[in-house]
């Protein structure tokens, strides 16, 4: 059998081998997994089969959505047909890419170890390399529907097409009900889950370019060319499969985008003393690596801009206060016990941001508030859990935190679904409007590629932290609709030279790894296909003419992001039902198979002044506790990824 190969960093150096023993010193150790030595490979407990209730719910909301879709329900029954359509994603749509037959063997892990790993292994107590760096993305698709069309047909429409004709901002169409920080958070959060490294030079695409098409002329390559995605190292045991990616960081929701994906990258983001991430004169130090002075120091800085860096700095700072906090409790803890506690609580922080904020700001309906609140706090009032713990075992009452560890029908992994449902592009905006944070006056409107890049760094050295911070704040993202991307990022300038038009490569991306098309897409989520052009587009006659025209006529052939651009969405949705579903599975599947989440979600591992912390931080807490100065534009502001105030 093959086994995954030694693990490799997102930048192309090797990663460190584990230690014998990885634990800091003084650290309580987990209980060992309870697998006889001699047993052979262990097996995880078998996914329960729906009962007859879950059997019944999942039929008589089948039909009732021929008809009524959940957001047409009153409150209670939609939050309770969202949970049956996430038990019914659960059991059907999480796919294990190395087969039932065991391409991957398991083994258990030594021990548990009460934090996070560096390269993301050893959190199952069945299977020490799940969801580590190195191992495959899974599939929301069954199977037999991910293997990529004929190489012909990859270019049926062409891709530059869609992009120059659907995907192209016309003008900018902002998301006014968000701010530009939302924007840099799901990139931000994305680094950290998954990505593939670097493309494959050998045989790229060629992409046929229409008579008028004017990329050569903006200096593009003439023809397009795009390189591949790089091919999985750990050739297939099992015929007949579909072709699979190797995920280059950890696949858990561990700050890797922070802390890095092997222990010699995160060693070298360290002081070495109090658990202290390096930062100098308020920000994360230059990137020491040739030609990346541009970049920050930090754990992932592919697709760089100053977004990210000041996302990557506040939370660095966090990290950094947890330690004090941690040092002030524990003052015979060592380097090691603070840095790894620090880092639970940090990342345990972000995760409750994207749940309870992020999430609803985008998704800004009633009912998926009370949903992603019930995924953190559960259904119960938060001051019953407070008062008297956890109420019973399952995470309906009392949340996802500290309920049972559970992977349902496969073994956790990152998705190449999940990967392409965050193809969130039209969010980015081709210019900022840089405002000073004590007067709202206007310094500079700065383009793209002015805070990108090679210019990152220059960007936030100009005008510093707390204008940047304020200018994002007050910005808003574009909308996630058709003729909306990027002029900035449909000819980016990447730090190697390469000249690429995003809108094609999102496209191409998709056909090439075997994202099922639209239609297909929806049946694949148990949503009921459409029929025609007009109820894609709800009936908008411009647009159903030219999807109609660049399509040929063909439903089948409108590709999933086009379909989710185009769709008509539910009332304060930033995007698609469609696409919401993926969201709906691996939202929650981030957390409930995390024991870091769940079963070790406990005062022993985090402390219990960790798990305060925790439970009293808002995005707007971690703003205002390392940026004070920012507390009059955030007065009255209830979710910080909210339009701020401009004085």
Not at 147 to 164: H, V
Not at 385 to 409: M, N, W
Not at 575 to 604: C, G, H, Q, W
Not at 638 to 643: D, G, L, S
């Amino acid at each position: 059998m093959n086994r995954p190969p030694a693990t490799g960093t997102a930048d192309g150096t090797p990663a460190a081998a584990p230690p014998a023993s990885c634990e800091p010193p003084g650290t309580p150790a987990a209980p060992a997994p309870a697998v006889p030595a001699q047993a052979g490979p262990p097996s995880a407990p078998p996914y329960d089969p729906p009962g007859p209730l879950e059997r019944l719910g999942s039929a008589a909301f089948a039909r009732i959505n021929r008809s009524r879709e959940w957001w047409e329900l009153p409150a209670p029954l939609a939050l309770l047909n969202i949970k049956v359509l996430r038990d019914d994603l659960r059991r059907h749509n999480l796919h294990d890419t190395y087969g039932a037959g065991g391409e991957r063997p398991r083994r258990a892990p030594a021990r548990l170890a009460p934090y996070r790993s560096y390269d993301g292994s050893g959190y199952d107590p069945y299977d020490d390399d799940m969801g580590r760096v190195g191992t495959r993305l899974d599939r929301n698709a069954p199977l037999h529907l991910a293997f990529p069309e004929p190489e012909g047909q990859l270019m049926s429409p062409s891709p530059r097409e869609i992009s120059r004709r659907l995907l192209a901002r016309r003008a900018f169409v902002p998301a006014t009900g968000l701010n530009l920080l939302a924007a840099a958070w799901i990139q931000f959060q994305n680094h950290g889950w998954a990505n593939h490294g670097d493309n494959d030079t050998a045989e790229p695409f060629t992409v046929p370019l229409a008579a008028d098409d004017d990329w050569a002329r903006t200096g593009g390559t003439c023809p397009m060319r795009v390189n591949r995605t790089r091919p999985d190292p750990v050739a297939h045991t099992t015929p007949d499969a579909p072709p699979t990616y190797e995920n280059t960081v950890t696949h858990w929701w561990d700050g890797s985008q922070i802390y890095g994906s092997d222990e010699a990258r995160c060693r070298s983001l360290r002081t070495g003393e109090g658990g202290r991430l390096a930062l100098g004169g308020g920000r994360l130090p230059a990137d020491p690596r040739p030609g990346l002075d541009c970049l920050d120091a930090t754990g992932m800085n592919s697709d760089y801009w100053a977004g990210l860096s000041l996302l990557h700095t506040l939370f660095a700072k966090e990290h950094n206060a947890i330690c004090d906090l941690l040092r002030a409790h524990h003052p015979r803890w060592d380097d090691e016990r603070l840095f790894h506690t620090a880092r639970l609580v940090n990342t345990a922080v972000m995760a409750k941001i994207h749940t309870v904020e992020w999430t609803p700001g985008i998704l800004d309906t009633p009912v998926l508030k009370k949903a992603m609140d019930a995924n953190w706090y559960g259904m119960l009032p938060r001051w019953v859990t407070r008062t008297f713990g956890r109420v019973g075992r399952g995470e309906a009452l009392s949340g996802i935190l500290g309920s049972p560890t559970d992977h349902h029908a496969a073994p956790y992994s990152m998705t190449e679904e999940f990967v392409s449902a965050y193809r969130l592009h039209p969010l980015i905006p081709d210019e900022l409007t840089v405002r000073c944070h004590r007067t709202g006056s206007v310094r500079k409107d700065l383009g793209f590629d002015d805070m990108q890049g090679r210019t990152t760094r220059a960007a936030y050295d100009e005008y510093g932290a707390s204008d940047l911070l304020y200018s994002f704040g007050t910005a808003h993202p574009g909308a996630l609709v058709l003729h909306n991307h990027p002029d900035a990022l449909r000819r980016l300038s990447r730090l190697s030279g390469e000249r690429v038009d995003l809108g094609t490569v999102d496209i191409l991306r998709d056909r090439e790894r075997g994202i099922p098309r639209y239609n297909a897409y929806r049946q694949m989520l148990r949503k009921r296909p459409v029929t025609s052009f007009e109820e894609l587009t709800g009936g908008h006659p411009a647009d159903t003419a030219l999807l109609r025209e660049v399509y040929e006529g063909r439903l089948d052939r409108v590709d999933t992001l086009v379909g989710n651009l185009a769709e008509p969405r539910p009332a304060g949705f930033g995007f698609s039902d469609t696409l919401f579903r993926i969201f709906v599975l691996m939202a929650s599947r981030r957390l409930k198979s995390d024991r870091f989440f769940t079963t070790d979600y406990r005062p022993e591992v985090y402390t219990p002044e960790g798990l305060e912390w925790i439970d009293r931080t808002t995005m707007a807490t971690v703003l205002l506790r390392h940026h004070p100065e920012l507390a009059p534009a955030l007065e009255g502001v209830t979710n910080a990824f909210a339009p701020w105030r401009i004085r």
